[in-house]
Nanobody
Framework: QVQLVESGGGLVQAGGSLRLSCAAS????????MGWFRRAPGKEREFVAA???????VYDDSVKGRFTISRDNAKNTAYLQMNSLKPEDTAVYYC???????????????????WGQGTQVTVSS
């Protein structure tokens, strides 16, 4: 098991940027696939981005070209850089980690065993 703590959320105007961080406990961070998901009010949780152990990335089409996921294994931290934010990006953003899933399944929330508490991102128009 790994403990995850998100930070960096807040209120930003449309077109602005935020960087979310996900700090993980433990000494095996490099072995985990890290994912970001979000849940908007009244909607289902949806996939945003994921990064594998080797640094391969995958994005949902809605954020491709605007968001960048990265990881710093020395700091046990994953990041989500969000640029050109839109009001429809407003949601609670969750970090997730799993040690066994493959790249092809990294967009599936049910594949992740470890979740953070979430951080609110609000984009005003």
């Amino acid at each position: 098991q790994v403990q995850l703590v998100e930070s960096g959320g807040g209120l930003v105007q449309a077109g602005g940027s935020l960087r979310l961080s996900c700090a993980a406990s433990g000494r095996t961070f490099s072995r985990y696939v890290m994912g970001w998901f979000r849940r908007a009010p009244g909607k289902e949780r949806e996939f945003v981005a994921a990064i594998t152990r080797t640094g391969s990335t995958v994005y949902d089409d809605s954020v491709k070209g605007r968001f960048t996921i990265s990881r710093d294994n020395a700091k046990n931290t994953a990041y989500l850089q969000m640029n050109s934010l839109k009001p429809e990006d407003t949601a609670v953003y969750y970090c997730a980690a799993d040690g066994t899933i493959s790249y092809s399944r990294a967009s599936r929330a049910l594949e992740y065993d470890n979740w953070g508490q979430g951080t609110q991102v609000t984009v005003s128009s």
